[in-house]
């Protein structure tokens, strides 16, 4: 049996109202290597409620999410509804696919939740074709985010131990949580999709962050390349990476 993960309790779902947004949003150049890999096989690992499936599989001839979380996946399924769609329950540390046979694997927000960054990055590259391309997006080792994370962040996760501490995140965090959104974000989301995002922020229990010299080390021991990059405004930033020939 499957146990129920961090991401079944609170799955990643905020945005679905509309699918036009959620494609708006996308990394411009994520949504260029889709295109660019037209009726090609694509894979997204820890795919989650399916974002980048959506547009992914206009594009993809073989499109396949991979993700741990049950409930996830199940949302996806609904969401997208495309024949040519497979998912599948998996983890990232042990990809269940063969070696050498994806064109593009999309790990967006993902290797830095599983405990183990190296080996998830490895697997990620393991089953790229020889001149595949990843889609990687990981923490940025050196922003604000971390230190938010860690001190804030483990205070959060230490008072959620106890009802009380849970009654309070529940009651007033989230709340607050909502409200800022409300006050300074652009993009509108309801309380429950604020509450997603609070405890993916503040409350997922394992969260690393990387410099752009660890992926270009763990990039030139694993055969491949980073081909572009992205520092972007977020947390994350994003690599494209080729497996060499």
């Known amino acids: 049996m499957t146990d129920t993960t961090f991401y079944d309790i609170t799955p990643f779902s905020y945005g679905y109202s509309c699918k036009e947004s959620i494609i708006q949003n996308m990394h411009p150049l994520l949504k260029q290597l889709i295109r660019q890999n037209k009726n090609k096989c694509m894979v997204d690992v820890g795919c989650g409620c399916g974002r980048n499936l959506l547009y992914a599989s206009s594009f993809a001839s073989q499109l396949t999410g991979i993700d741990l979380s049950i409930q996830s996946l199940n949302f996806a399924k609904d969401f997208i509804k495309n024949k040519n769609l497979e998912l599948i329950v998996g983890n990232n540390l042990a990809i269940p696919l063969l070696d050498n046979t994806v064109d593009l694997v999309i790990s967006d927000g993902v290797c830095h939740h599983t405990g183990d960054t190296v080996k998830a ?38 008072i959620n131990k106890i009802k009380l501490g849970n009654f309070i995140i529940e009651k007033l965090f989230i709340k607050i949580h909502y409200l800022m959104y409300r006050l300074f974000k652009v993009q509108k989301f309801s309380i429950s999709e604020s509450r997603n995002i609070f405890f993916d922020y503040f409350l997922t229990p394992i969260a690393t962050f990387q410099s752009k010299k660890d992926v270009a080390s763990w990039s030139r021991n694993n055969n491949s390349t980073i081909v572009d990059y992205d520092r972007t405004k977020g947390n994350c930033h994003v690599f494209i990476i080729q497996k060499n020939e």
């Open 121 to 158: 990055f490895c697997e990620c590259i393991r089953i790229l074709k020889p001149g595949g391309t990843l889609y990687l997006a990981v923490y940025k080792k050196y922003r604000y985010y971390p230190l938010l994370y860690y001190v804030v962040g483990g205070f959060l996760r230490l």
